[in-house]
């Protein structure tokens, strides 16, 4: 019993900092702004992509789909101009 609690203690301390390497190591992803033109008004969003999903925000709502064979910008466009169409812009 007093082994197996003094390989725990030696655990530990491995355990913690494989935790804070994996937080450390992550950074948010890259942000960037987009607009786009619907009924004469401009209307802005942030988008950003997270491994496959890219995402993109309003003040109001946000919108988020996969990225397949699509340019990130042009399907940010087309998510932002969903959100316009459905009022949340």
């Known amino acids: 019993m ?10 530990l301390p491995r355990i913690q900092q494989i935790v804070d390497n994996r937080f450390m190591d992550t950074k948010p992803p890259a942000r960037h ?17 997270a491994g496959k999903i890219l995402t993109v925000a ?5 919108n988020s789909k996969q990225v397949g064979t699509m340019e990130p910008e042009v399907l940010a466009r087309q998510l932002l101009l969903e959100l316009v169409k459905a009022g949340k812009a």
Do not use: M, S
Request: charged share 30%.
């Open 33 to 49: 702004p987009i607009t786009c033109e619907f009924d004469g008004e401009t209307h802005k969003a942030t988008y950003w992509v």
């Open 58 to 62: 309003t003040r109001k709502a946000g």
């Open 2 to 11: 007093a082994q197996r609690e003094a390989n725990r203690v030696e655990l």
